[in-house]
């Protein structure tokens, strides 16, 4: 089973920054694609920005530009820098990770407990 731990979030005002991390762990596993969905009350859960093995990725038209993922494929680690962060960012920040584990290379997905960001003055 790999194991996501997230961090970083809390709370901050409207267009300040904050960075989000996550990091995988598992005896066996290699990742295809990292990334982060959020979800706000009484809204379903969307993507926010993913990232491939290969550096790829893929963002929300709403944090274009605000928003830049990143990895660090050593320490399996992806990275949310978040900036000129808008009411409407608050939400329960996930980390998701896919790809395969264990000895017999299982196709796996795995998802974090989330992080709460809270974007208020």
């Known amino acids: 089973q790999v194991q996501l731990v997230e961090s970083g979030g809390g709370l901050v005002q409207p267009g300040g920054s904050l960075k989000l991390s996550c990091a995988a762990s598992?005896?066996?596993?290699?990742?295809?694609?990292m990334g982060w969905y959020r979800q706000a009350p009484g809204k379903q859960r969307e993507l926010v920005a993913t990232?491939?093995?290969?550096?790829?990725?893929n963002s929300a038209d709403s944090v274009k530009g605000r928003f830049t993922i990143s990895n660090d494929s050593t320490n399996n680690t992806v990275y949310l820098q978040m900036n000129s962060l808008k009411p409407e960012d608050t939400a329960v920040y996930y980390c998701?990770?896919?790809?395969?584990?264990?000895?017999?290379?299982?196709?796996?997905?795995?998802w974090g407990p989330g992080t709460q960001v809270t974007v208020s003055s």
């Open positions: 998701n990770a896919a790809g395969f584990s264990g000895f017999d290379w299982r196709p796996f997905q795995s």
């Open positions: 990232i491939t093995r290969g550096g790829g990725t």
């Open positions: 598992a005896r066996i596993f290699t990742l295809n694609v």
